[in-house]
């Protein structure tokens, strides 16, 4: 026994693991990024600023798609692969409503472009929530009981068929947008020129996610929403609708990829049917990276995920170029699940046991 006593009193050596060097090669990355910045900046100030400028506007564009996939990800833990395709028929409805019905071209100007914009944005949002809404309770309902991996696949076939709806709508061949926002000068700085456009585009995420997180936090919905979070079969105890709780989180987030779309499509011009693929891993990564099911989280990422596009696309000073852009950013993402699969500003829950 005196043995067995000396043995547990003795000093335990702590062996090497690999997981202490983790966070080393983490801050050596994050140093290297830094300076690598640092030296662009101090070679190219006025490219620099101008590339920042537009990785922020791009990035609050993929905010606005991310909150989608957070918001539906946070109820349901459900992949929806196809808010991407729902996204890219938002980009559609500037085409088919507001260039074709509305008549808005680049000539358009004053009253008429912010009634058309406007009216636009209504239908958008109002098509991709009731697509949304419609692929909810014909795809992902039946299955909601289903092992994980059914509604999965059924969320990538769901895609794939919209993406065949966009190519039929639009083509094969990318569509040019008319030029519809005001091309003039919003502000300036370092010599650089901030247009009107992308100032638009940029500050209509910031009032969509506080009255996204208004409508979570402080609304009767969005407390229902948070009860089904939480627990489905209790939350039906309390008497809430379950199926319409969920259906309004569809809603929400479809209306949100429509608006996404028509910012999009003003933004760059240009549309193809494919684009809500590439463009939708692209947000889901920002979603991760933020921290999924994290409203604030999402536009974080989003804005990280933009800036990191645009500086490996448009930095002179030893940057990758654009052929690596999509490998950088998934990158990020194998890195996130791998090392903080909570996100940045998700918080890590106990595994229950």
Request: aromatic fraction near 10%; proline fraction near 4%.
């Amino acid at each position: 026994m005196a043995t067995d006593a000396s043995r547990q009193q003795a000093p335990r050596t702590r062996g090497f693991k690999a997981a202490d060097v983790v966070p080393w090669i983490g801050l050596l990355f994050v140093a290297a990024l830094v300076f690598w910045l640092a030296v662009n900046l101090y070679k190219t100030p006025a490219d620099f600023v101008s590339i920042a400028l537009e990785g922020l506007t791009l990035g609050l564009v993929y905010g606005l798609v991310a909150l989608g996939y957070s918001l539906v990800y946070g109820i349901l833990e459900l992949i929806n692969f196809a808010h991407g395709d729902v996204f890219m028929l938002g980009s559609w409805v500037v085409v088919g409503f507001g260039v074709h019905r509305l008549g808005l071209d680049e000539a358009s100007s004053g009253f008429t472009v912010v009634w058309g914009v406007g009216l636009t944005l209504i239908v958008a949002m109002a098509f991709c929530g009731l697509l949304n809404t419609s692929i909810e309770r014909i795809a992902y309902r039946p299955l909601r009981n289903a092992p994980r991996l059914a509604p999965l696949i059924t969320a990538i076939g769901m895609s794939f068929i919209l993406q065949d709806v966009g190519l039929k709508l639009l083509g094969p061949a990318p569509v040019s947008v008319p030029n519809i926002l005001p091309t003039g000068v919003a502000f300036e700085i370092g010599g650089n020129n901030y247009r009107w456009s992308s100032l638009i585009v940029a500050v209509s995420t910031l009032p969509v996610l506080i009255m996204l997180i208004w409508l979570v936090q402080r609304t009767r919905q969005g407390k229902a929403m948070r009860a089904t979070a939480q627990d489905q079969e209790a939350a039906a105890m309390m008497g809430i609708n379950v199926n319409r709780t969920i259906s309004f989180t569809f809603l929400i987030a479809g209306a949100l990829a429509g608006v996404a779309g028509v910012l999009y499509a003003l933004y760059s011009t240009n549309i193809q049917f494919d684009q809500g693929f590439t463009l939708g891993l692209i947000a889901f990564t920002a979603a991760v990276l933020g921290g999924i099911g994290n409203l604030p989280g999402a536009v974080l990422g989003a804005i990280i995920i933009g800036l990191i596009q645009q500086f490996n696309e448009g930095l002179t000073w030893h940057a990758p170029g654009s052929d690596w852009t999509q490998s950088i950013v998934f990158a990020i993402l194998i890195l996130i699940l791998v090392f903080r699969p909570e996100g940045l500003l998700g918080e890590r829950t106990p595994e229950g046991g």
